[in-house]
């Protein structure tokens, strides 16, 4: 055996699963906010675009209008035309500024040498043929106008270049934001396929756990079945029993409990609790049973029978993750003497008229080291009830976590019931009713009480 | 003499078919009656003495413009004048990406009627019935 069994293997691998399957699908949500993203900063991009072809035209507005205020001012001579040619200069300046702004900022670099030349040239058009014109309105030669002229087609040249850059940067970044979409979307294709497949291998992998889980469920009611603990009648002592499994436990567990007759005066008890659960820790709890049943009939001695089969299990058992806690008793229905060996099995009591005692532990759980194991001697009275657990009776915690412990187990002993069989479905019932009818763990029962004089055997 | 002549000959030949191509696919035909309307911001137009100094201001710096208004016309929008040549292809603006044509003109209106030069073919419109 291997330290993870078949269902930690498949609780590991359904985990991996989901996690994988989560992170695909997160990935696939997390690529349409970028997709979306992406678009969004594009089309502010390409809004600021706009805005500083905008601008572009305003500029060459502004000095057609630059141009339009002189002639108007010629020829009116109204001073209102000066106000307004100096208003359109100002919106002109204000203008460029934004223009350079947006083309920085959009990293259409080439486009500033333009207008840098665009600003020069309107520049130069206001002090060689704006001022003059101005100063003499009557004077204006022929020769400014033509140089008007002249500096009118450079700047609708420019700014004619300068818009063509702007419109191929525009251009552009539709073409690089189609490109990125692509494969953005390809990602998330490819995203969304590999989500598909393995959502198809988790359905796969889930039905092959289920088919898996009903198997072995299949396995350990028949397992159950054949191994399934009956208790036998003995002379002077009356036997109950009960089992409850834990909820969370796909089936029955590693505890095991056994009554047998070994000769007509003397009967074989025993408990023990093995780590683990599953269909492992079943077949475990059947060689459990049988192989001390088998040692009991030729040794007499508890201690000697928990040493011997303490070297079998660990001949046969090579998991060293796996151990056993065992109470062996032979009990003497002629003489009430109860000889017992506890391998580190401390849920075990006897409870007497005048209150419950626990049963010493005498050796280590078994599977561990080998060491030899006391045997203790107990001399029973009529009513006395020998009552053995597994720890699911001191280990049993309410909805707080609270542990009912070794202390909490005697109390419920010593006001259950006298009769073994209700006594031990007392327990159950309680242990349930602490966890709120949530059992953490398995629970086994096994109480022998010792008849009186005028009980019948 | 005959010789000479056949040389003639060719030579008319070779600037015919060289001005045919040249006129090829020119946006307007020879002998169409157009009006000058300027195609920047400000719509007059400057008729050059040559060609080559139409193809300078187009390409040139603004300096180099400035030494070169001297042997230009300012013609206002709308003076009629008759295409006389036309060389497709042939102006290079610093600042535009197209290509426009050389169109020689005689201007037919105007304190410069009669007169004779070189303008852009997109400062000019066909006009009607004229084409």
Redesign the interface.
Known sequence: MNGATPAVRRLRGTVVITIVLLATLGFAIEGSFVERAEVTATFDRETRIQEAQIAIQQL?RS??DQ?NYVRAYTITRDVFYLQMYRSAVASFEAKVSDVRRELKDQGIDPALG?LDDYAR?QQ?WRQQVAAPVLAHPDQAP??L??????????????A??LG?LVKAKSRQLGTDTLAQLRNTILVRSIWLVLFGLLAVGYSIFTSRVRKELDEERATIAILQSAYVSRVVPLPRCEVGSAYASADRALAVGGDVFDVYRLTDDQALVLIADVSGKGVDAAVLTAFIKFTVRGIALRRSDPGEILAEFNTAFAQTVDNPYLFVSMLVGVLDTQTLVLDYASAGHDSAFLRRCDGVEQLAVTGPVLGVMEEPFATVSVQLLPGDVVVLATDGLTEARDRQGRQLHERGAMELIERADSQPQRMCDELIGRVRALGRNRMRDDLALLAIRVLGESSDA | MRRTARGIVAFLLLVGLSAAAASARCSVRIGARVALY?S???P?V?VWETRFRLAA?QRGS?DV??TL??H?H?AAPGTRAVVLRCVSRDVH?????TVGDAIYIRLLGGPYRRQTGWIMGSDLRTMIGFR
């Open positions: 060459l000095q057609t141009e333009g040239v130069s022929a020769e106008d033509k140089r008007s002229k002249s500096y009118s087609d450079y700047e609708t040249s420019i004619t270049d063509d | 300027g920047t911001g400000d007059d400057l201001y603004f413009d400035r208004l001297s230009a300012l603006p610093k600042y535009r990406g």
